[in-house]
Nanobody, 112 residues
Framework: QVQFVESGGGLVQFGGSLRLSCAAT????????MGWYRQAPGKQRELVAS???????YYVDSVKGRFTISRDNAKNTIYLEMNSLKSEDTAIYYC??????WGQGTQVTVSS
């Protein structure tokens, strides 16, 4: 059974950068369209970015030009490079294969 483990979150200042990682075990990650989601306190979970098996990407408008999703099939891992971070990016970030399986999440906190 596939499992995802996120890492790379933390506390960063406004305008800073972080790179999140999502390592998969139990299945080949290239088989899935993978997504990064986030949930801020009191808000619904939202899709931030996704990448298909063919490499096609999607970004929610609020992160376009700042975030980059990528995958390393050899490492069975996807990444989310986050630049120019804002306070509204503060949330728990999760990776998922389209909502079927979720990781435990990693907290990102942006201080002003």
């Amino acid at each position: 059974q596939v499992q995802f483990v996120e890492s790379g979150g933390g506390l960063v200042q406004f305008g800073g950068s972080l790179r999140l990682s999502c390592a998969a075990t139990g299945s080949i990650i290239s088989r899935y369209t993978m997504g990064w989601y986030r949930q801020a306190p009191g808000k619904q979970r939202e899709l931030v970015a996704s990448i298909s098996g063919a490499g096609a990407t999607y970004y929610v408008d609020s992160v376009k030009g700042r975030f980059t999703i990528s995958r390393d099939n050899a490492k069975n891992t996807i990444y989310l490079e986050m630049n120019s971070l804002k306070s509204e990016d503060t949330a728990i970030y999760y990776c998922s294969n389209g909502g079927f399986k979720w990781g435990q999440g990693t907290q990102v906190t942006v201080s002003s």
